[in-house]
């Protein structure tokens, strides 16, 4: 049983604006929302100088477990969400052994719930045979398409097999969109370089365009829901500002897509810097900041997918894609907020309400009664420092390394328990699974 807790004096947001009142949790849901008495609870917050917010759903991290765990596991992972303000994530299916199958989802969702601090569920992972299995696995957020070379053995790209998924069954399909005919032309030509700003190239934006419009197709074809997963291409946006509204299409973005750009973040960074689909020309980051202010882009994720330094230290051509994200991705948007880019309304609705209502997500996303008491109070004022070596991610490094933000978490809470405070963690405490609705499990 948790002691009730009151959150004084916080200025509760969410995209309709911000309300300055106290919140009272009992049983881990909010309880009441008011002006309330002190008396009604054990533990009383002081947020006269703080925003409350709902907490963060980030739908898209790579926690590496099972089989990669030397680069990340669900606890590692879960601590470093807590710590960004993240208290729930989806995670991705390109594990070792891959979650194709529903005694793989069940095993990955046993080990959550021995392992997270914060609420989890997983993506089923698609291939040309488990079309059966994709559609009959229980409360999952949707199916996860490759459909363009990345990892191991979940590439899906012939036309008629992706026909085939989308026209039969009625569960949510997020797409990594690049055209693996493209890809595998444009490596051909760059197999000798040493340039990682060549990375780009190796995955052009027309490989994007190209899978993404045959991913919209088909959505609209069987009017079957579709998710596009890190969008990086102003051609794209332009694209979707035409199409999307045609068939139930989201679509996301990550920060790392409008905040660094190529070729400087190469010239800096080398492998670090390189992720799939990659980091592009300014141009492509102003047109997707501008999408998500349009609403063309609905949410933002992070991609969170972390490797070792070991693993990055390889030459161009072996070194792997993939970056670290989950704990600075709230912290850098606030910061944004504080530069006047956005308001701190339209990180809640990107970060919290919009990724909730994409995927049907019960009970989470907003400060209402009866809700789950997954909250975070943030510091407005507080400024600090990105840096390698003191973060939580077990790589313990960030493509945003030495960045200083103003706008930080400062405390966590999942179900009513506070999971991270001013630094400090508390790993006694586990999340749930998230509870997905009916009309997309």
């Not at 006269?48 to 992972?77: A, Y």
């Not at 790392?256 to 492509?284: C, D, T, V, W």
């Not at 405390?411 to 749930?432: C, L, P, R, W």
């Amino acid at each position: 049983m948790i002691a009730p807790t009151l959150i004084k004096n916080a200025r509760c947001v969410s995209s309709q604006g911000i309300i300055q009142q106290d919140v009272l949790i009992e049983n881990g849901r909010i309880s009441k929302l008011g002006q309330l008495n002190q008396r009604t609870a054990e533990k009383v917050i002081d947020a006269s100088h703080l925003f409350l917010l709902p907490g963060v759903l980030d739908p898209q991290v790579h926690f590496r477990d099972p089989g990669l765990t030397w680069k990340e596991d669900l606890r590692t992972g879960a601590i470093a969400a807590a710590s960004g303000g993240v208290t729930s994530f989806f995670d991705m299916p390109n594990t070792k052994p891959s979650t194709i199958t529903i005694d793989t989802m069940a095993e990955r969702k046993q080990s959550a719930s021995e392992k997270c601090i914060v609420n989890y569920n997983f993506f089923m992972g698609a291939t040309n045979t488990n079309l059966a299995e994709l559609n009959s696995v229980e409360n999952v957020p949707g199916i996860k398409i490759f459909m363009g070379s990345s990892t191991g053995d979940l590439l899906v790209s012939d036309v008629q097999d992706l026909d085939h998924i989308f026209s039969h069954g009625t569960r949510l399909i997020a797409v990594h969109a690049e055209d693996d005919e493209i890809i595998n032309a444009a490596r051909e030509i760059y197999k000798n370089s040493k340039d990682f700003n060549h990375h780009q190239f190796v995955r052009p934006a027309d490989a994007a365009l190209k899978s993404t419009t045959l991913a919209v197709e088909l959505s609209i074809k069987y009017q079957r829901r579709l998710h596009i997963l890190h969008l990086t291409t102003q051609d794209e946006v332009r694209y979707l500002s035409t199409q999307k509204e045609k068939g139930p299409i989201s679509v996301e973005v990550c920060p790392q897509h409008f905040l660094l750009s190529a070729p400087f973040i190469y010239q800096k960074l080398g492998a670090y810097a390189q992720m799939n689909p990659p980091i592009r020309g300014i141009e492509h980051g102003a047109a997707l900041w501008n999408g998500l202010l349009d609403g063309v882009i609905d949410c933002i994720a992070t991609d969170h997918a972390p490797h070792t330094h070991a693993e990055k230290a390889q030459p161009f051509g072996k070194a792997p894609s993939g970056m670290p994200g989950v704990e600075t991705s709230l912290p850098l948007m606030l910061d944004r907020t504080n530069r006047g880019l956005c308001k701190l309304e339209n990180v809640v609705n990107w970060m919290c309400e919009k990724p909730m209502e994409l995927y049907g997500v019960r009970n989470k996303g907003f400060i209402r009664q009866g809700y789950d008491a997954d909250l975070v109070l943030v510091d407005m004022r507080q400024q600090k420092t990105i840096e390698n070596g003191k973060l939580f991610t077990r790589v313990n490094w960030s493509p945003f390394d030495g960045w200083t933000t103003t706008g930080w978490p400062v405390t966590t809470m999942v179900n009513g328990h506070i999971v991270f405070q001013d630094g400090g963690i508390d790993e006694s405490v586990k999340g749930q699974e998230i509870q997905i609705s009916d009309r997309y499990s």
